[in-house]
């Protein structure tokens, strides 16, 4: 049982590039989510899915697509890099929207040139 | 967003010492948790609060669902070289839908 898997661990992007954060859990938990972690600023909400092929929007979204098309993949794609994406992003796991974020991958370092 | 405001930033103790630390929002919440970050790691899960007033424990650390709903409260006794780490609280606003993050809290143990 790996619980939540996140990769890569580490990436460096040139400005404009595009790139997947892969995340996944065996878990068969329905709810997923993805956070961005920026000093001082504590976790953020890019977005989140409550089940397979649905998805809706967090607190900061913009710049970021995610898909559901299954229950175990939640990948998230940075569309054009900006610097502004320079951050620590974590996927989450939970087995329902109404249970609190329950199991953390241990996240993808992401450093934007 | 929903602004959480975790103090203080940081904290540096000697070990055996006991440790306090609050959250508070401009919302109402309906849930606190608290997770503890170690470097490298994603956050882990330490307590879960439902109900204002509520105290729960879970080992050494206690932590207490505020009476005002805006608030939540972490106790951490005899601390030991393994509590180093960042802890963040979250809450849950009662008509929201995600859980908002507060800044955390960074605690480091003198042996």
């Known amino acids: 049982n790996a619980g939540v898997t996140q990769t890569p661990k580490f990436q460096v992007l040139k400005t404009g590039q595009s790139m997947t954060l892969q995340c996944a859990q065996d878990m068969n938990h329905e709810y997923m989510s993805w956070y961005r972690q920026d000093p001082g600023m504590g976790l953020r909400l890019i977005h989140y899915?409550?089940?397979?092929?649905?998805?809706d929007q967090g607190e900061v979204p913009n710049g970021y697509n995610v898909s559901r098309s299954t229950t175990e993949d939640f990948p998230l794609r940075l569309l054009s890099a900006a610097p502004s994406q320079t951050s620590v992003y974590f996927c989450?796991?939970?087995?329902?929207?109404?249970?609190?974020?329950?199991?953390f991958g241990d996240g993808t370092r992401l450093s934007i040139l | 967003g929903q602004q959480l405001n975790q103090s203080p930033q940081s904290m540096f103790i000697q070990e055996g010492e006991d440790v306090s630390m609050n959250c508070t929002s401009s919302?109402?919440?309906?849930?606190w948790l608290w997770y503890k970050q170690d470097p490298g790691e994603g956050p882990v899960l330490l307590i879960a609060?439902?109900?204002?007033?509520e105290l729960t424990s879970n080992g050494r650390l206690t932590a207490q669902f505020g009476i005002t709903r805006k608030d939540s409260f972490l106790n951490i006794s005899a601390s030991i070289p393994s509590d180093v780490g960042i802890y963040f609280c979250a809450g849950h606003t009662i008509t929201g839908n995600q859980f908002y993050f507060g800044t955390g809290t960074s605690l480091t143990v003198i042996p």
């Open positions: 989450a796991s939970s087995y329902s929207r109404f249970d609190q974020p329950q199991h």
């Open positions: 919302s109402i919440f309906n849930t």
């Open positions: 609060l439902y109900k204002a007033g």
């Open positions: 899915s409550v089940g397979a092929g649905i998805t």
